[in-house]
């Protein structure tokens, strides 16, 4: 239990930091590259990480899960690892065929090459990223320090080096080389772990099999928040879009710092279902409820200091979208104790598919229901329709659990 909490702790703290970074970069090249330069970099870096989530294909659930189901089986780690990473590898070679034939298409659109290649670089760093075969052996002191350190050093030099329009390049190669320099130590601990790597085409395909519905269950699971600002731009305008987005930058920050509680716990629930069923049932329920209580109180806490908050930030012009985010907030306690559910029961207890399947389901059901209600309460109706959707995905996930717990314990009796 002393690991676990330890893990947590610094999964916070690494999640902390990959807030923080972004946000000290923004002054720092925005104010050096100019309008034109700086769009180009954060253009090249939000596709190169989009393509990264592609590679990571949701192992570092699946992943991690085995790797802390087989932690004291050096020869299985091996075997995970090197089939984990060939399924990367695999998808490495899709991704770079869709892009060649999106550049022949539409190749007087893109910059410059060695632009381009930097963005691989940083695809490649972040997609390839062995943090799941840590947080599968709870082990993840030193890669978490590691990437920390490296990338406060990579905002030292941007700070130092980048200072005008010209030097967008040096900026894209100072993140780009920092982020893969971490990623090859990274794999050079995990090669130390388990000995040597080994290519399996044929073991890498099994993976995108067993990883597939948790891929779908984190795809899916994003899209009842990042869908928001589109469908508000599309259904109310871009100026509804202003009231939008800062409650919606509220509540995920809020959701995202919880995550790490969540992730801790995954590798150590997934061993402890083998080993005590019916007690870890009883501590997964106890994380979902307190992850539920813990919404109903930062959810009641925002929407009595929701006005402050906005007007504090963003301005007096920006009121509007505190009504906005009193709406909002409810999603907070549904959103947490559905993520619960999820990551601490139903995927250590095997149910990747009917889980995935429900959020997938839920996901479209949630833009319908959006976009239906916006027809007559505009911006208002987007959110009523995120938080009723969730509403409901709880109830389906919880009635999927009852009825695991009701034949568990009677198997039991039996």
């Given amino acids: 239990m002393r690991y676990l909490i330890k893990n947590m702790g610094l999964l916070f703290f690494a999640q902390l930091c990959a807030y923080l970074i972004p946000i000290l970069e923004i002054p720092v090249l925005a104010r050096a590259l100019g309008v034109q330069e700086y769009g180009k970099v954060v253009l090249i870096q939000s596709v190169a990480l989009l393509s990264s989530l592609v590679v990571e294909y949701g192992f570092s659930l699946s992943g991690s899960r085995q790797i802390a189901l087989a932690s004291g089986d050096k020869k299985s780690l091996a075997k995970i690892y090197g089939e984990i990473f060939s399924a990367k590898l695999l998808i490495v070679i899709m991704v770079l065929l869709i892009g060649a034939v999106v550049c022949l298409i539409q190749g007087s659109y893109f910059f410059d ?16 990223s062995p943090f799941w075969f840590f947080q599968g052996l709870e082990k993840i002191s030193l890669v978490v320090i590691m990437e920390v350190v490296l990338r406060f050093a990579s905002l030292f030099l941007l700070f130092l080096f ?59 699971n994003n899209i009842l928040l990042s869908a928001g600002p589109s469908l508000v731009g599309a259904t109310s305008g871009h100026v509804a879009v202003a009231s939008y987005v800062p409650a919606e930058k509220i509540i995920r920050g809020f959701v995202g710092f919880v995550n790490p509680i969540l992730i801790g716990f995954f590798p150590y629930l997934n ?35 929701g006005d402050f908050l906005i007007r504090s930030v963003l301005g007096q012009e920006y009121l509007v979208a505190s009504s906005i985010l009193k709406i909002f907030v409810w999603i907070i306690p549904f959103r947490l104790a559905n993520q619960a559910l999820g990551l601490c029961m139903l995927i250590p207890m095997g149910k990747d598919r009917i889980t995935s399947g429900l959020i997938m389901f839920f996901s479209i059901l949630s833009i319908l229901m959006a976009a239906a209600l916006s027809i007559w309460y505009g911006v208002g109706g987007v959110v009523l329709g995120f938080v009723l959707a969730e509403i409901f995905l709880f109830i389906a996930l919880m009635t999927v659990v009852a009825r695991m717990i009701f034949q568990s314990f009677n198997g039991c009796k039996k």
Avoid at 190 to 195: N, W
Avoid at 294 to 304: H, N, P, T, V
């Fill in 162 to 220: 980048v200072n005008s329009a010209d030097d967008a390049f040096l900026a894209l190669c100072i993140m780009s080389s920092l982020g893969l320099v971490n990623t090859i130590l990274g794999n050079a601990l995990c090669l130390k772990k388990v000995g040597r790597l080994f290519f399996s085409f044929s073991g890498g395909l099994q993976q995108l099999k067993i990883g597939f519905h948790v891929f779908i269950y984190k795809s899916s």
């Fill in 113 to 128: 090459v060695k632009l381009i290649f930097l963005g691989f670089l940083y695809f490649l760093a972040f997609g390839f």
């Fill in 271 to 305: 061993r402890q279902y083998l080993s005590s069923k019916q007690n870890t049932i009883r501590l997964s329920l106890l994380i979902v409820l307190g992850m539920f209580v813990a919404g109903i109180f930062a959810s009641s806490a925002i929407f009595f200091v």
